[in-house]
């Protein structure tokens, strides 16, 4: 018998961007990601960020020198469940005393 073979995904329609994978290691750029309008991406930089911000008082630090409150506080009304948690974890972890 032969091996059966799965689905192979449909290419993109020509006037798509072929899909694209970011690394990035700075939070300026991540904060920079919360201004996208694709859920994808808006997911993943609100979880790196809640991510960098449990870290240190000095990440927290960051993020609001950056500008990433207004941004984030805007990220908790969002229809997308995961967006909203990590924007608000997030908010949270930025609002502690690092007294």
């Known amino acids: 018998m032969g091996k059966k073979k799965g689905k192979e995904p449909e290419p993109p329609a020509k006037d798509e961007f072929d899909p694209l994978q970011i690394v990035s290691k700075n939070p300026g750029t991540v904060v920079l990601m919360l201004d996208s ?41 969002s229809e997308d469940k995961m967006i909203r948690k990590n924007a608000t974890r997030c908010l949270g972890t930025m609002s502690q005393n690092g007294d």
Do not use: D, I, W
Request: glycine share 2%; with cysteine; aromatic share 4%.
């Open 37 to 77: 309008p694709e859920e994808t991406v808006l997911q993943s930089a609100c979880e790196a960020l809640y991510m960098f911000s449990e870290k240190c008082e000095e990440n927290r630090q960051t993020l609001l020198t950056l500008g990433a409150l207004e941004r984030l506080l805007k990220h908790t009304m």
